[in-house]
């Protein structure tokens, strides 16, 4: 029995730490790439004329660094032409949660309160809170960074 938990153990933690992804989505002009793009978190820093190409929200979990997102949106500026990129918000926001129960059958141990089939989200009367005896819930937050992609203008 104790090998079998511990293969679940593992077995959750390869699945958590492979779901990790900074997921771009972008809307915009595509245009021949660029070789280094630049990058400004405040518009009176940039001193050249400018068309705004597209923009970009990056989502990712937050065990991801702020400098990783950010390189990730410069490749893709890059890839997609943009001599520049203007950060306009970085902020993390709810991503979910996760409910682990060590009673698959919804009981809530001393608690008593009877949750879901998974144990999670049920009653309890005291001792086992709100979600049973000896579940846990875990909450996680996301990464949100929004930027506009930028061409300088020619000639100008």
Known sequence: MKIFKQLIIVTL?????GCGTIDIT???ETLKPTVEAQIFFNKKNIHRPY???GKVIAKAPNTFTGQEIQKKIVQTAEIKGADAVLITLY?????GSS???NDPYGY????????????????GDGFGGWNGGGDSVEFYYQV???????K???GA
């Open 13 to 17: 933690f390869i699945a958590i730490a």
């Open 26 to 28: 972008y809307i915009g």
């Open 51 to 53: 068309d705004v190409m």
């Open 91 to 95: 902020t993390q926001i709810p991503g």
């Open 99 to 101: 409910c682990f129960s």
């Open 108 to 123: 809530g141990g001393y608690g008593g309160g009877y949750g879901f089939y998974n144990g999670c989200g049920g009653y």
């Open 144 to 150: 949100l960074i929004k930027a506009e992609f930028l």
């Open 152 to 154: 300088y203008k020619t």
